[in-house]
Structure formats: structure tokens, C-alpha cells
């Protein structure tokens, strides 16, 4: 078997690995197996049955990685390789993602719950991400691709003291930036057109905004993140923030 991931950064994984309780890691081996495979999938976008046998039987791997899931092992994971973001500024944006017609049908009357809506480009998920100064992955949040950025807002930067925030204009809103300066951080969003009173804002600190689209387009190299594929909103946010945790390692 072709190892994907390289041994330094297996190194640094089985760390976490070693201190989280209630998995099998006795056997490393086919610990690194279930692991490499998880990374196979979200690399190539695979279907689940597709899976090469040298990871193991996917119907162990799917029931495996949804466990995981439901523990929200994949949420801790990427949690303990954000060991030191850079927190001086944050920066909030969202992404729409395609999604296949195979993500529908989890439930009847449920993709609201599935993170999966209808916009202009069609069947769609938004992801709203915050990262820190560097660009790192902090904080994800799943909605359908018609819910306007502005709505998750307040929940991505809740916790976040004494920084600059840098956004784009879809997050110029008196509410947002009342609960920013609550928090003692600083709003560097540009103001709209059809402001009255037209705010005022550090245009050169606004230009590292390009960061958080640079991490868009790290995530989007992974084929299971550029469009979706699964039906549960939880099984492919654990697929975002084991590719999150990746970035992180690189």
C-alpha cells in the first residue's frame, strides 16, 4: 500500500491518537490503514464502496469514520493541532459547493438540517469558515447555499477577544458590528454603497483579507470538500475538518 500521508506528519497524528480514549489503537497498523484510507476518500472523492482493498473492507471504514463522526473525534482532531493560531486578526467569508445528486434524500423535509439549499448555482452547500491571521483554519459552519453569510456571522467569531476582524462587505451590518466592538475587536469591513453614514475602515489591513481565499483554495484540492457527495451534513463536516487538520500539519 501506497503510503499517503508522510511519516513526520503520522509522527505528530499518532500523538493524539495515544491520548484519546476509547478507540482501538493497539494495533498502529491498521490504525495508519483506516487513516490513510479516510485521506484516499477525501483526496479522490471516491464513492465509499469504491475504496481500494488495500485500506480494508469500506464497510468497515464508512462505519468506522461515521463513529468517529458522531463522537466528534474529527472535531477534537483538528482542536489539537490548533495549538497556536495567530489570533492578532481573524477572518470570516464563505464558500458554495456543488452537491451532487447523491447528497439528497437523506430525509424527508430535512435539507435545511443537511446543510443543502437551492441558489443561483443550483443543488448547494455554503461553508462559513473564520481563520486566524496566517490564514489556519479555526471555526466551520454548514448552511444550505441560499443562507446569506451574515446569518452565521455572530456564531463564527463568538469567543474571538481583542482582534482585528477582517470580512467582506456582506458582513457590513450595525448588529455585527455593535457584537464586534462588544468584544473588544476591531470591524475592518468595507461599508456599503447605500450606507447613510458611511464608515470608515483600514483599506491597507483590508488586503490580507486574500488569505481566507487562499484556504478556500487549499480545501478545494481535496475532491470530497469541492463538491459533495455525502448526504449528512455531519459526515461531511467531519471530512472538512479532517482536511482542516492536514493544512494544519503541513
Known amino acids: 500500500m501506497k503510503y499517503l500521508i508522510k511519516e513526520t506528519v503520522w509522527e505528530e497524528m499518532v500523538v493524539f491518537f495515544r491520548g484519546l480514549k476509547g478507540i482501538h489503537r493497539k494495533n498502529e497498523c491498521q490504525l495508519r490503514q483506516f487513516i490513510e484510507g479516510c485521506v484516499y476518500l477525501l483526496k479522490s472523492g471516491c464513492q465509499w464502496r469504491l475504496l481500494p482493498p488495500d485500506y480494508g473492507d469500506w464497510r468497515a471504514v464508512h462505519r468506522r469514520f461515521k463513529r468517529w463522526s458522531d463522537r466528534g473525534i474529527w472535531s477534537q482532531f483538528l482542536a489539537f493541532f490548533q495549538d497556536d493560531p ?10 458554495i459547493v456543488r452537491a451532487h445528486a447523491c447528497a439528497a434524500g437523506y430525509g424527508k423535509d430535512r435539507q435545511a438540517q443537511e446543510a443543502l439549499g437551492r441558489s443561483k448555482g443550483g443543488f448547494t452547500t455554503k461553508i462559513h469558515a473564520l481563520v486566524d491571521a496566517l490564514g489556519n483554519p479555526l471555526k466551520f459552519i454548514l448552511t444550505g447555499g441560499n443562507r446569506n453569510e451574515i446569518t452565521q456571522a455572530t456564531e463564527l467569531v463568538e469567543g474571538i477577544k481583542k482582534a482585528y476582524v477582517l470580512a467582506d462587505k456582506g458582513y457590513d451590518s450595525n448588529q455585527f458590528i455593535e457584537t464586534l466592538e462588544n468584544q473588544q475587536c476591531i470591524p475592518i ?18 488586503k490580507e483579507r486574500h488569505l481566507i481565499e487562499c484556504f478556500f483554495g487549499k480545501i478545494k484540492y481535496f475532491r470530497r470538500i469541492f463538491s459533495r457527495f455525502d448526504k449528512s451534513a455531519l459526515i461531511y463536516k467531519a471530512f472538512l475538518e479532517f482536511a482542516a487538520t492536514l493544512i494544519w500539519l503541513k
Do not use: G
Not at 495567530?86 to 464558500?95: C, G, I, N, Q
Not at 469591513?189 to 483590508?206: A, C, F, V
Open 86 to 95: 495567530d489570533l492578532e486578526s481573524v477572518m470570516a467569508d464563505a464558500t
Open 189 to 206: 469591513i468595507p461599508p456599503r454603497k447605500n450606507r447613510k453614514n458611511q464608515r470608515t475602515y483600514d483599506k491597507e489591513q483590508y
